[in-house]
Every structure is written in C-alpha cells, then in structure tokens.
C-alpha cells in the first residue's frame, strides 16, 4: 500500500467500502429468503399437523370399536376433502404403495397407482413422499406442480405425515411462486440501491482523488524542481486544509532559500567571501552550515595565499636540492653498474667451480660403487677359500681312514701268512696271495701317507690364502668407508659450491635491482628538480587566482615568509654513510648508501653480509 499513488489508494478503500456494502447486501436477501421459505415449512407442517390430528381421531375411534373401519375412513376423508387453508390451498391422502386415497382437486387420480408420476424435472414426487412417510414419519418435498391461472408447472412446497395405523399419509402443499416474485422484487429493489452507492462512491472517491492528487503532484513536481535546482515555480494555492497549508509553507521556503541562501551562494561564487547568514536557530541545519562554509572559507584562503608564498619560497630551494641529488644519484648508478659487473664475473666463476664440484662427486660415487662391488667379491672369495679349507681337512680325515684300513689290511696279511705256514704244503697258494695283499696294503699305507702330505700341505696353504684374503678384505672395506667419506665431502662441496652460485646470484640480482632503483631514483630526482620549478610557476599562478578573493578585515594579509639561508649543495660534499656490518669471514667493508625515507626498511641501520646469509639477501 505504501508504494501505490494515493488517488488509487483512495479508489481502493472505496472499493472495500462498496465490495463490504454488496456483500452486507447479498447476506440480508440471503437471509431473507431463508426466512421466507422456513415461514412457508412452518405454515404448511401446521396445516398438515391439523389434517392429521383429523384423520388420527377417526382412526381411533375405528380401533376403539366406537365407528366400523370403512365408515371411519370415509369420513376422515370427507373431512379433509372440503378443508382448505391459506386461501385454496388443500389436503390429500396416499397410502404408502403409493395409490391415490383422496385428492379435492384432481378426483380422477384417486385408486391410481403414482409410481409414474413425474413434475416437469423428472422428479417421482409420489414415491418420494412415501419414502419420506415410511422412513421419517413426516418430512418436506420439494417439486413442481400446476397452478390454477398459470400455464406452467410452479414451484411447490408439500408436507406428508404418516398415518400408521391405515398405511396412509396426509399431505398439503403450499406453492412457492408468490415468495420467488416477492424476492424478485426486493433483489431488484437492492440492485438499485446498490448500483445508486456504487455511482455515488465512484463520483465521490473521483472528486476525492482529484482534489487530494492534483495538488500533491504539483507539489511533487515543484519539489523535483528544487532538487534539480529551479527555485522559480511556486503553488500559489488559496485553499485553507493542509493541502493549502502545505502549499503555503512550500512557497515561504522557496522564497527563503532563493533570497538567502542562493544570493549567499552566489557571492561566494563570485569570490566574496565576506558573507553572513544568521541561523533561525540552534537546528538551523542550512544556515548553519552555509555561515560555518563562509567562515571557513574565508579563513581557509587567508592560510591559501599565506601557504602559496611559502610554496613560492620553498620550491626554487626544492629544485637546487634536486638538481645536487640528481648529480649524486648519477654517480652513485655508475659505481652500482660496476659492481654489479664485478658481482657478474664472480658468479660466473662460482658457478664455474660447482659445477667441477659436481662432477668430482660423480667421479667419487662412480669409485665408490666400484670399491663397494670389490668389497662383495672378495667376501665372495673368502668364503670360497673357507670351504676349500674345510673340504681340505674333511679329505685328510678320509686319507686317514685309508691308512688305517691299509694298517689292517696287512695285519690281516701277516695273519693269513701264519695260518698259510701252518698249514704247510697245502697253504703255500694262499701264503702267495696274502703275501701280495701285504704288499698292496704297504703300498697304499705308503700312498696314502704321501697323500695326507700333500693334502696337509694344502690345507696350509688354503688357511694361509684365507687370512691373505681377509686382510684384503678388510682393507677393501677401509677404502670403501674411505672413498664414501671423500664421495659425501665432495658431495657438501658442491652443494656448498652451488649455495655459494645461488648466494652470488642473488647478489647480483639484488646489485642489478639497486642499479635500477638508482637510475629510477636519478630518473625521479631529475623529475623533481623539474617539477620544482613548476612547482614555482604553479605557486606564481595560484597566488594570481587567489587575489580575485575577497576576505574580511579580520583576516591577515599573506605576506611572504622570510627563508632561512641554507648552504649551497656542493658535488664534493660528503654524503651520508650507511655502515654495513663487516664479516670476519667474507671481509666485507663498508659501502655508502642513500638516507632514509619512509618506504626504506625500518629497524637496524646496516644488513649483515655474511657468507651464510647471502640465501637471504
């Protein structure tokens, strides 16, 4: 709702207005016609009660004895046939198959079965009724039937009420069209009220609208035109509600901030500094801020044109100082150029010697490796000889063995010989073969002494190669451990060696960025030193646009400040020093630098240059 126009708004709230109006309206004829129809149900249920109440009587008096069935119902349907009420309307008796019993009108329908009986929407009103008669005892249908006058079938409202005891019912119905045109009527009559306040609202909301929206979009217009700057609308509207007032109001502010504040404005513009505004108030936020811009203007061009003569004085000191920095700093770049050439070659021959040093470290793994390989193959050999010492004393123990077999062997002979004599001419062969079995085993005993000799010998020998072979290996693994020790000294030498390429690198990146920090540094005292003298034509210029302004006598006048005498710059002169921390180790000395100045490094006034430090700088 905020963001909507407020003729809308106003057509809105007319619109609920007349919406709650319509829908107060359509409750009443609704209610209305409820009550109409319940007044028609209790009209009709009474009539019918009465009918019964007729028809009950008689049936008692059948079941009582005091009057024969037949007669009794006879005469209870007598009595309804000519019983009327609310002008013509009548009863009638069905019983519950359902068959016509009594009809006052329509006699020609009594003994017929209404099964079929349908009104004009297809409805079996007959049967209906008996259902409602069996299930309720009593209830309402609705349906259409004839009228007497009218050529269609109206609307009718019936009533039937059970009599139990004959399997009747007793019915009348009343007819609906009378209150249908009554409605009619009085929905014609609340249309026309209805539409009469819907034209009226909508005029009066238009009237409304126009009144309150036209003179607040002048106002919204006039209010743009101030913001854009445009102080000549005014509303000018003779009205005494708060529109008027409002109107009122916009046009003194108007008038007040063109005659105040936009003259004020324009003296300042104009240079005039001398203005005064009075505030209205405390709250005066305008005002009170144009009086403080008047005053601080004033006073921050009285301190301008002081400041600009100062500018004046100072700049012609700046460009001498310049031009002597410019003259230093070119030498200075020089000096740089040639260091940095002298930190060029020392990098190159650093680099020169780490990469010797690298290929030393190869050559030492290589002989490392080989050392190592020997190491192994001579445990390899001493292991061999192991076993050969061991094989050499395993086959003395078998030779061994072979001269105790040849010892028995001839005990065996000398025995076979003795037996052989003793037997005597029949042992003779047999003394002739234990003889040359004698024989044989002296020789093999003979053999096999010769051979422990040898394999003895051998044995020495072997033992003797093993030791030999040990030693060698021994003294194979000293050089491996020593060849390993040379191959990791070579190894730190060249990561040493490469350190020390990388450290001079740097160096050398560091002197090449110093050389261009120098030359940009000469570069931009030479740009300062121009820039001064601009600086005083500037300062010459500033003075003249500054004399269009007008101060109050309160003010000072500018006058130009005496300088302070300062010596002439001299090329000679000696420039300030920044001590480098000399290192025992690398024999550095000191170097001159430039001062300080705020982007230069805080802290410590020298950087120390030591050998183990140069990865850092």
Known sequence: MKNLKLATKIFLLSGVIILSFILAITWIYGKLRSDLHAGKEAMVANAVATAWGVVDHYAAQAASGALDKEAAQKAAKEA??????????????????????????????????LSDNRDPEGKA?????????????????????AKPGFSEP?????????????????????????????????????????????LLATFL?????????????????????????????????DRRDEIGQLATTMDSFADDLEKEMVENLKRLAAGDL?????????????????????????????????????????????????????????????????????MTEIGSQTKHNAENAAQAQKLASV???????????????????????????????????????????????????????????????????AEEVRNLAARSAKAARETAGLIEGSVAKTHNGTAIAKQTSSALDEIVVSVARVSDLVAEIAAASSE???????????????????????????????????????????????????????????????????????????????????????????????SKTKNDFQGNDFIALDDHEFGKY
């Open 80 to 113: 309804l046939r000519h019983t009327r009420f609310e002008g013509e309307n009548y009863f009638w008796i069905n019983d519950l198959t359902p068959v016509m019993v009594m009809h006052p009108i329509s006699p020609e329908l009594e003994g017929k079965n």
């Open 125 to 145: 009103l007959f049967v209906e009724m008996a259902e409602v008669a069996k299930s309720k005892g009593d209830g309402f249908v609705e349906y259409h039937w």
């Open 154 to 198: 109206v609307a009718k409202l019936s009533f039937v009420k059970a009599v139990p005891q004959w399997g009747w019912l007793v019915g009348a119905g009343i007819y609906l069209d009378d209150i249908e045109a009554d409605l009619a009527q009085t929905l014609t009559l609340l249309i026309a009220i209805v539409v009469a306040v819907l």
């Open 205 to 237: 909301a238009f009237l409304t609208a126009r009144d309150l929206s036209v003179p607040m979009a002048r106002v919204v217009a006039i209010l743009k035109e101030m913001t854009n700057g445009h102080l000549g609308s005014r509303l000018r509207l």
């Open 274 to 342: 001398t203005i005064e505004v009075r505030p209205r108030d405390n709250q005066d936020a305008i005002r009170g801020a144009l009086n403080r811009l008047g005053h601080d203007l004033n006073d921050l061009v009285g301190q301008i044109q002081v400041a600009s003569e100062q500018i004046a004085s100072a700049s012609s000191e700046v460009s001498d100082g310049s031009q002597h920095l410019s003259e230093g700093m070119t030498t200075s770049a020089s000096s740089m150029e040639e260091v940095a050439s002298s």
């Open 367 to 433: 002989a490392r490796a080989a050392a190592e390989k020997g190491s192994l193959q001579m445990q390899s050999m001493v292991s061999a000889m192991q076993e050969i010492n061991e094989s050499g004393q395993n086959i003395s123990k078998i030779i061994k063995v072979i001269d105790e077999i040849a010892f028995q062997t001839n005990l065996l002979a000398l025995n076979a010989a003795v037996e052989a004599a003793r037997a005597g001419q029949h042992g003779k062969g047999f003394a002739v073969v």
């Open 500 to 594: 020390q390429a990388n450290g001079v690198s740097q160096v050398s990146v560091g002197m090449e960025q110093i050389d261009q920090v120098t030359q940009q540094a000469t570069a931009n005292a030479e740009e300062s030193a121009a820039a001064a003298e601009e600086l005083a034509s500037q300062a010459s210029q500033l003075r003249e646009m500054l004399s269009r302004f007008r101060v109050r006598g309160a003010a000072v006048k500018p006058q130009a400040p005496t300088p302070a005498k300062r010596p002439a710059a001299s090329p000679a002169a000696p420039k300030p020093q920044r001590r480098l921390a000399p290192s025992s180790e690398s024999g550095w000395g000191e170097t001159p630098a430039p």
